[in-house]
């Protein structure tokens, strides 16, 4: 993919959000030349992490540009590369959430460094904590995202955690729990299971204009955790988002109608990214049509199609015929900039595509 | 019935030996030098089934002068101080592992996610190099009773697809799952796990006082 060269006017907003087959990140210029990468993804064509090849090719240092690093979850579909970022961005602040501050998280991480590296699914996690101890005491601490925190004033706004909240921080500490292997146990990757509600969403305002990147948090009955619990606060003072990167892929577990009606607003540009290592890869049509009923500018930086498969014999296609598909697909970009006056703009690069109704 | 094939070999079970097949219609004779081991019952699709009396092999014609085999035998143990030709009937043995394979394709799999009749799992193609990740969606029923235990998120396999190859040439296609056994998480694993994590407690720590906020 080719990544544009332009780089925003000071005191233009921007989300560029990267997606493929499996993988996601978010870049945010939050005005005066100050920038934001939550998350990360690898381009498949360079292997090299998606945000700093789009930063370089602005003609931006990374190393100076970047205030905050923000690591919404531990899944590798958001971290693939995200040390190497870190370690690029010699004057960001990481961002953690705050169910890693916990001694589960850390025994999870010990246990995890003693897996066959090909096992381990928590190494850039341990690899941002190594940057970190290296760093030593005179850098600044890691970030704990909590709802409703204040992570950073800037000169015409400020950026706030929405998630995780105190009751989806407990139930999450029982996910850790019951990762830790006990004696006896055979050793295999650590999978995350269960609901995905302790994610990083974060708001980000500047002037008018708020972006809310919605992570992969997942919504269910419980008022007090995921989505239901972003939508039944109070706290954010931030108006209604104008641009709104579509958490978990758009996939209707995390799709909740008050947080639409509470968090953004109406015409919103709505960007979700592919995620295909599913039986059945998301976006599916139902969510695509759904998310259509909500906003007419719906975006899917990344193809939602898998790349060509490697050809095989005919017998082994018989055999597998319906149990494989390819997960990777290609890279794409959707950007959305909203400059202090002007009208604002939708840009799409590589794989993205506008989704409409069918 | 067992295939027969009949073999001189040189006496004390040292050098090369001669194995002949017995000449039939469907199996024209030939000759292969096997190794003298044979006698030992190591190579595994040959065990001797008997020695055959001098007065029965000179009835079979196996010890004639004429036979290139006696001779090779007797070329063979000319090194040694005498020359003694036995002769033994060796039987090929009935076994399961005879069987060879040949894979077309082989993948490394990593569960995702496990439902009641199926599970879910990204695989690394392991014969194409640069293959793209793909995503298998296979029935616990392809796994064999005694790993589907070992079906867990998190748990590698391997699937290979290829042939199977019986011992006497037939093939046919064949899907074989097999799950990765690492070891299990032992004592000193624990101990060391918690040293790890114990390391990473000034990052994590709640005392901030010693580093700056930042901003």
Partial sequence: ?358 | MPSFVETQLNDGHVGTGVRQRRSSEDNPAERVDVPAFIVTNEMSDLSIRRRVPSHETEARGIVSAADGAATDVGTLASSGNRRVTTVVEIERRKRTNQQRSQVLQQWEGTVEEVGPNSFGARMRNLSVDGAPEEWATLLLDEISDDERSLVRPGATFYWSIGYLIEPYGQRRTASTIYFRRLPAWSAQDHVRAHLIADSFSDVFSNDLSQRSTGG
């Avoid at chain 1, 010990?110 to 904590?129: C, F």
């Avoid at chain 1, 950073?152 to 996910?175: F, H, K, Q």
Wanted: aromatic share 6%; net charge positive.
């Fill in chain 1, 1 to 358: 993919m080719i990544y544009p060269k332009d780089p925003p006017a000071a005191d233009t907003l921007e989300v560029s959000v990267f997606g493929k087959g499996v993988g996601e990140c978010i870049v945010v210029h939050t005005g005066d030349g100050e920038w934001l990468i939550a998350d990360s993804l690898l381009n498949p064509t360079s292997g090299q992490p998606a945000a700093l090849e789009y930063l370089a090719a602005l003609g931006l240092p990374a190393s100076n540009v970047v205030k905050l690093v923000v690591v919404t979850h531990w899944h590798q579909d958001h971290t693939a590369g995200l040390s190497q970022i870190f370690h690029a961005t010699a004057k960001a602040q990481v961002v953690f959430s705050s169910a890693f501050r916990t001694s589960e998280f850390r025994e999870l991480l010990g246990y995890d460094a003693i897996l066959p590296p090909e096992t381990s699914s928590l190494a850039e996690m341990r690899n941002i904590v190594g940057i970190l101890r290296e760093r030593g005491s005179h850098f600044p601490t890691p970030l704990w995202a909590v709802a409703n925190r204040l992570l950073r004033t800037t000169p015409n706004g400020d950026i706030y955690s929405l998630s995780p909240s105190d009751a989806s921080i407990m139930v999450t500490l029982e996910g850790f729990r019951s990762l830790i292997p006990v004696a006896g146990d055979p050793k295999r990757r650590f999978v995350a299971q269960g609901p995905n509600d302790t994610c990083v969403v974060l708001s980000i305002r500047r002037g008018s204009h708020t972006i809310v990147l919605g992570a992969d948090l997942e919504s269910g009955s419980d008022p007090t955790r995921g989505w239901k619990a972003i939508a039944t606060s109070t706290t954010c003072p931030h108006p209604l988002a104008s641009a709104f990167k579509v958490a978990h892929h758009g996939s209707k577990n995390a799709d909740e109608p008050s947080a639409w009606t509470r968090l953004i607003g109406a015409d919103v540009a709505a960007i979700l990214t592919p995620f295909r290592a599913l039986r059945k890869p998301l976006p599916t049509p139902t969510d695509v049509e759904r998310l259509l009923g909500r906003t007419k500018n719906l975006y899917c930086a990344g193809s939602r199609a898998g790349i060509k498969a490697p050809s095989r014999p005919s017998n082994v296609h018989k055999l597998i015929a319906g149990k494989l598909h390819v997960i990777d697909s290609r890279l794409g970009q959707v950007r959305v900039r909203f400059p202090a006056s002007g009208e604002p703009s939708i840009e799409k690069f590589g794989a993205a595509e506008h989704l409409r109704a069918a």
